[in-house]
């Protein structure tokens, strides 16, 4: 499916919400927005990068854009993946709602099963334990609130329905942020780079029409489609030390 930008767009402001059960769609769009600004910025860089030739920028400004786009898309599509198979997902089509179960429903299901030493249920004990912190966060406010929390919470030392349906939340809501978090680190330990180096590929192959000397540079991505042509000019891998070096002489710019 192709990239649609202002479906994307749509999509972030939609996932962008303060409510605690949406906290990893939320941490999930200032990642994304972060990663548009830093796609933004590079581009620009190339754009008024004074070493760089007219007829270069033609190519590496557009490639600048696109590169940024299939970055922040696929980290975007497989980061939501990884939440909704870790918290969950509900949804709504024709009026009924579609529930998709994520690994924190197994992990509560689990715990409603299986029983601590007092000879309560894990799923139980966890709920206790989250109400009289929520109760005692509500008495650092004032006393009055910590009354209020405790009707809400709890009716005749018995945890209510509401405050297990804001215990579910909330332990969902856990999931959603690790999800989040896994997403950021997977995208931009693994994701990130390969687009990087696939791009910087197809950008030197570009460069070296218009430049042969540049094939004579010990230029070498971390990840490279083909490893024919290395054997073929015998080059060697730059060490990171060495491709930062390369890059800042202004003999590519990507």
Known sequence: MAFNPPKFVQSLLESCSPNPAKAGKTLLVINALGMVFAALSNTYAAAVDKNTSAKDKKFLVPAGFVTGAANIGLYYAMTTKIIDALQGKTTVKDGKEMVKVGLADKVLEYMGKNYDKDGKTLLQAAQEKFVDKEILKAGKVSEELKQDAKI???????????AKELFKKSFKSGFGVAGAFIGAVV????????????????????????????????????????????????????TLKGYMAFTNKGNMKV
């Open 187 to 238: 995208g931009c330990a693994i994701l990130t780079p390969i687009i990087r180096d696939v791009s910087a590929y197809f950008v030197q192959k570009r460069l070296e029409k218009n430049n042969p000397e540049m094939k004579d540079k010990p230029y070498k991505p971390y990840f490279e489609p083909t490893r024919i042509e290395s054997v073929r000019y015998n080059r060697r891998p730059l």
């Open 152 to 162: 809400l919470l709890k009716k005749d030392n018995v945890i209510t329905d509401e």
